[in-house]
């Protein structure tokens, strides 16, 4: 009888504690799925509408005003060949520090979004050099971003935009140009072991709707007959890695060649995946997603839009009207870049800007390129000092007319 008593009180306890972590009247703490939709911990159906804080964990040269220095590393070597890489540390910290800060966050919900997607690099959470340690400041930086939605209400999607070795073959993932990934053991532990440590970290977070695993795998002038069939297989690594701590949170899933091809795709394996999409520069009509709905609709999923932009406002209100109609979240790109509309917040040009830009965009292949072109440093220096301070919120230029084809902009 004792032990009867004991295996009760045990099993009370259990349940006390079970019945604690549950909102009132049953809910879930976490976004979920059912069915074809997202649903958020109140019970509501939950339609993400969301901004990608594009160019601040990766950053991409366009966003700059350069050509052909259009990814991380080749940007950081016309740093380093401006400034020194004494300085330009000191550039890349503060970057970190001021391009998506809780000023960023707060108008972004003000504006009326209820979500973003942060692109990032895994460079930012490993060491360099053998044995690779699973640290780096991309740690502090999302719990920062997480931290302050929390804080404003707005749910995150965390995307590994550039994984090791690459998952794309472009600049996009800082890459060596070719989808390594796929073919380097190395590279799929070291991605494995960054999500299961992300998601240990987050696992207990209900601000963070889930992982986007891999942004834009296998560019589409790579040969899809070999690297095609690798991807699910990779997919369901990373899952099962990331189900080893985190039963919570949804998993995203992007398809192949830029995210757009769903045919790689068999029957969902694990109960929370949604799956995503991107789409960019096409006419707008009901063809253009009609493959994703018959995806959805068949294996009673949800969909979530997670790249497009770069248009028009006439373009992008039509695109989201469009998705909206499919009852598809989305989620356009980007939130800030340099002197352009197609945005949310547009950073001013310094006055010396175009002096560095001309530097990066001239060839220097050698030691005499550099010297024979690097502008003055005075120059330099004014024109890195007033981008750091022109990144701050307070000092962007809001554009209303990109906000108002996303439907939004009331209230800030």
Same mark, same amino acid.
């Given at each position: 009888?004792?032990?009867?008593?004991?295996?009760?009180?045990?099993?009370?306890? @259990?349940?006390?504690?079970?019945?604690?972590?549950?909102?009132?009247? /049953?809910?879930?703490?976490?976004?979920?799925?059912?069915?074809? $939709?997202?649903?958020?911990? =109140? *019970?509501?159906?939950? %339609?993400?509408? *969301?901004?990608?804080?594009?160019?601040?964990?990766?950053?991409? #040269?366009?966003?700059?005003?350069?050509?052909?220095?259009?990814?991380? &590393?080749?940007?950081?070597?016309?740093?380093?060949?401006?400034?020194?890489?004494? &300085?330009?540390?000191?550039?890349?910290?503060?970057?970190?520090?001021?391009?998506?800060?809780?000023?960023?966050?707060?108008?972004?919900?003000?504006? #009326?979004?209820? !979500?973003?997607?942060?692109?990032?690099?895994?460079?930012?959470?490993?060491?360099?050099?053998?044995?690779?340690?699973?640290?780096?400041?991309?740690?502090?930086?999302?719990?920062?971003?997480?931290?302050?939605?929390?804080?404003?209400?707005?749910?995150?999607?965390? +995307?590994?935009?550039?994984?090791?070795?690459?998952?794309?073959?472009?600049?996009?993932? =800082?890459?060596?140009?070719?989808?390594? %990934?796929?073919?380097?053991?190395?590279?799929? &532990?070291?991605?494995?072991?960054?999500?299961?440590? %992300?998601?240990?970290?987050?696992?207990?977070?209900?601000?963070?709707?889930?992982?986007?695993?891999?942004? $834009?795998?296998?560019?589409?002038?790579? =040969?899809?007959?070999?690297?095609?069939?690798?991807? $699910?297989?990779?997919?369901?690594?990373?899952?099962?890695?990331?189900?080893?701590? +985190?039963?919570?949170?949804?998993?995203?899933? *992007?398809?192949? &060649?830029?995210?757009?091809?769903?045919?790689?795709?068999?029957?969902?394996? =694990?109960?929370?995946?949604?799956?995503?999409?991107?789409?960019?520069?096409?006419?707008?009509?009901?063809? @253009?997603?009609? $493959?994703?709905? +018959?995806?959805?609709?068949?294996? /009673?999923?949800? %969909?979530?839009? #997670?790249?497009?932009?770069?248009?028009?406002?006439?373009?992008?209100?039509?695109?989201?009207?469009?998705?909206?109609?499919?009852?598809?979240?989305?989620?356009?790109?980007?939130?800030?870049?340099?002197?352009?509309? !197609?945005?949310?917040?547009?950073?001013?040009?310094?006055? +010396?800007?175009?002096?560095?830009?001309?530097?990066?965009?001239?060839?220097?292949?050698?030691?005499?390129?550099?010297?024979?072109?690097?502008?003055?440093?005075?120059?330099?220096?004014?024109?890195?000092?007033?981008?750091?301070? /022109?990144?701050?919120?307070?000092?962007?230029?809001?554009?209303?007319?990109?906000?108002?084809?996303?439907?939004?902009?009331?209230?800030?």
């Amino acid at each position: 009888m004792r032990l009867e008593k004991k295996a009760a009180t045990l099993l009370g306890l @259990a349940a006390l504690l079970f019945l604690s972590a549950v909102p009132a009247g /049953g809910r879930e703490k976490f976004v979920t799925m059912r069915g074809r $939709e997202f649903v958020a911990p =109140d *019970g509501r159906v939950l %339609l993400l509408r *969301g901004i990608n804080l594009g160019n601040w964990l990766l950053p991409e #040269g366009y966003m700059f005003k350069f050509k052909s220095a259009n990814s991380p &590393q080749r940007i950081g070597v016309v740093l380093n060949q401006l400034v020194g890489d004494t &300085q330009a540390r000191r550039f890349w910290r503060a970057y970190l520090d001021h391009y998506v800060t809780a000023d960023d966050i707060r108008f972004i919900k003000r504006a #009326g979004f209820n !979500s973003v997607r942060v692109p990032f690099s895994y460079r930012l959470f490993v060491t360099e050099g053998e044995p690779r340690r699973l640290e780096g400041v991309g740690y502090e930086m999302l719990d920062r971003v997480v931290g302050w939605c929390r804080k404003e209400g707005l749910y995150v999607v965390l +995307d590994m935009h550039g994984a090791p070795g690459g998952q794309t073959g472009d600049n996009i993932d =800082d890459s060596w140009g070719y989808p390594f %990934l796929f073919e380097s053991p190395e590279s799929q &532990q070291l991605t494995i072991d960054i999500w299961r440590k %992300l998601a240990a970290r987050y696992a207990r977070e209900p601000a963070v709707v889930g992982y986007d695993l891999l942004n $834009e795998p296998i560019a589409h002038y790579f =040969d899809a007959a070999h690297f095609n069939p690798k991807l $699910e297989p990779l997919y369901k690594r990373i899952v099962a890695a990331v189900r080893e701590v +985190d039963k919570n949170h949804v998993i995203f899933l *992007g398809g192949a &060649q830029w995210n757009t091809n769903f045919k790689v795709f068999g029957p969902p394996f =694990d109960p929370k995946l949604a799956y995503t999409f991107h789409k960019y520069w096409m006419e707008v009509k009901q063809e @253009a997603v009609q $493959e994703y709905v +018959d995806f959805s609709a068949k294996y /009673g999923v949800p %969909l979530y839009m #997670g790249e497009s932009g770069e248009n028009t406002d006439e373009w992008i209100a039509s695109f989201r009207t469009l998705l909206e109609r499919n009852n598809v979240g989305w989620c356009f790109w980007p939130y800030k870049k340099l002197d352009a509309t !197609s945005c949310v917040a547009s950073i001013n040009k310094p006055a +010396d800007w175009d002096a560095v830009a001309a530097f990066a965009d001239h060839p220097r292949t050698t030691y005499e390129d550099v010297r024979k072109n690097r502008p003055p440093k005075e120059r330099i220096d004014r024109a890195l000092a007033d981008y750091l301070e /022109g990144i701050k919120f307070k000092n962007c230029r809001v554009n209303e007319g990109y906000l108002k084809a996303l439907g939004l902009a009331a209230g800030h």
